[in-house]
C-alpha cells in the first residue's frame, strides 16, 4: 500500500491550480482508513466530546472513538479526565453507560475497583477467598491508563499516543486568531445539541465545511444575505482553514428580542462570522453573540456521526426567557447542516468511480479545501517515509 499511497498523495502537494485531491482509496478502503486514523487521529489532538456530555461533578461517560474504548470522566472536584474503559486486571470493560458514579468504579467482572481519578482502590479474594491484597499486586502502579485530554471551547480533546505538542502550541495559530473570544462559554442545554448521520468519509464533511464555494445552489436561504461575494478564505496554516462572511445577521425571536453579544469584541465582528475546519475532526462557528461546534466521529471509511452543540457568550443567554430564540437558533442551524447531507454523501458515492482521479481545484474558491488535502497528504507522508 505505501507505494501507491506515495504516489497518489505527492499529487496532491503541488500548487492548487495543478493538484489533485485525495485518491479514491482515503474515502472507500478500509486499509487506508485504519491508516488514516492512526496518524491524522492518534497521534495529533483529535475532538472526542463535549464538556457538555457530563452533567455534573462525579459522572462517567464510555466512548468509542476510532476503535479505543476511552471513558469520559468528572470526578468529585470537576476535573474532567479520559481514561481507556478497560479494567486492568482482565481488560475487561469497565463502564457500559453513561451516569453518575456516587461511590468507585467497579468492574463487574471480578469486582476491581476505581477512584474517578483513576486510582485502584479495590482488590477483592486477588490474594484468596478473603484476602484482598498480594504482594505480586501493586495498586499504585495498577490504576486506570489516563489518555491525554484537554479542554478547550467546551471540547475535549485528546492525544492518543501522547506524543503531540501541547495543545495550546500545536494550535497556537487559531488561538491567537480568536484571541478575542477567549472568555467563558455558556452551553445551551438540551435544545442547543442534536446529531447528524451521514453515509460519507469525514472528510468530505471538513472539505465541504470551509469552502464558501457551494452557497449559492446547497445554501439558497443563507446566500441570500450573506453572498458568495461577501465570503472570504482562511487558509495557510497547518492545523486549519475555512471561510468567513463579512455580513452576519443576527437572529431576531418574535418580540425582537437577539441573544446578548460578548463584550470587549473588535468593530469587525459587528458583522463578521468565521467557520474554520480544526483538523483532524471539529468544524468550529464563531460570531458575536453566539459559537457552535460540531465534532466528527468517523464510522468507518464510508459513515460518520456528526455531534453539534451551540454556545452562548452571555450567561443570561441560557436563562428560561430565551430558550425559545434558542430553540430557533437550533432548528436553523440545524436546516443549514441538514442542506449539506445530499451534498457529502454524493461525493462520497462518486468516490466508487473508478475513472476519478481525486478531481481538481478551483484556485481561486478551494484554496481552504486544497488545505486540507495537503494537510492529509503532508502527515500521512510523515507515516510513509519513517
Excluded at 210 to 217: A, D
Aim: with cysteine; glycine share 8%; hydrophobic share 40%.
Amino acid at each position: 500500500m505505501a507505494d501507491n499511497l506515495t504516489t497518489g498523495l505527492q499529487n496532491v502537494l503541488t500548487g492548487v491550480e495543478k493538484a489533485h485531491g485525495l485518491p479514491n482509496a482515503h474515502y472507500t478502503d478500509h486499509e487506508t482508513y485504519h491508516a488514516e486514523t492512526g496518524q491524522l487521529f492518534a497521534k495529533q489532538w483529535a475532538a472526542l466530546a463535549f464538556v457538555a456530555d457530563l452533567p455534573g461533578n462525579a459522572h462517567v461517560k464510555p466512548i468509542d472513538f476510532i476503535g479505543q474504548p476511552l471513558l469520559l470522566a468528572t470526578d468529585r472536584d470537576g476535573t474532567i479526565r479520559v481514561f481507556e474503559n478497560v479494567c486492568r486486571h482482565r481488560g475487561m470493560i469497565l463502564v457500559d453507560e453513561a451516569k453518575p458514579v456516587p461511590g468507585a468504579l467497579r468492574c463487574p467482572y471480578h469486582s476491581w475497583c476505581y477512584d474517578l481519578t483513576g486510582k485502584l482502590r479495590a482488590t477483592p479474594h486477588v490474594g484468596g477467598p478473603g484476602h484482598n491484597g498480594h504482594d505480586a499486586i501493586d495498586r499504585s502502579k495498577l490504576g486506570l491508563i489516563e489518555v491525554r485530554s484537554h479542554v478547550w471551547r467546551g471540547i475535549v480533546f485528546v492525544n492518543l499516543d501522547g506524543n503531540a505538542p501541547s495543545f495550546e502550541e500545536a494550535n497556537a495559530s487559531l488561538i491567537a486568531r480568536w484571541a478575542e473570544f477567549e472568555q467563558p462559554l455558556y452551553f445551551g442545554g438540551e435544545d442547543s445539541v442534536f446529531e447528524l448521520a451521514l453515509n460519507t468519509n469525514w472528510k468530505l464533511a471538513i472539505e465541504n465545511y470551509c469552502e464558501s464555494y457551494h452557497l449559492p445552489w446547497v445554501h439558497p436561504a443563507l446566500n441570500s444575505y450573506s453572498r458568495l461575494e461577501d465570503h472570504y478564505n482562511i487558509e495557510g496554516q497547518h492545523e486549519f482553514s475555512g471561510q468567513g462572511t463579512h455580513v452576519y445577521r443576527q437572529l431576531v425571536g418574535d418580540a425582537g428580542e437577539k441573544f446578548p453579544d460578548l463584550k470587549g469584541l473588535d468593530a469587525k465582528w459587528d458583522a463578521a462570522a468565521e467557520y474554520i475546519a480544526l483538523y483532524p475532526n471539529v468544524l468550529l462557528g464563531i460570531h458575536r453573540d453566539h459559537s457552535f461546534a460540531i465534532i466528527l466521529i468517523p464510522q468507518g471509511p464510508e459513515n460518520t456521526t456528526e455531534r453539534i452543540a451551540l454556545f452562548y457568550h452571555q450567561p443570561e443567554a441560557i436563562a428560561e426567557n430565551y430558550a425559545s430564540l434558542r430553540a430557533k437558533n437550533t432548528t436553523q442551524w440545524k436546516a443549514v447542516f441538514e442542506e449539506d447531507i445530499f451534498v457529502v454523501e454524493g461525493m462520497q458515492r462518486g468516490r466508487h468511480a473508478r475513472g476519478f482521479d481525486g478531481g481538481r481545484f478551483s484556485p481561486v474558491m478551494d484554496g481552504p479545501t486544497h488545505n486540507f488535502h495537503k494537510w492529509v497528504a503532508s502527515t500521512m507522508l510523515d507515516r510513509t517515509d519513517g
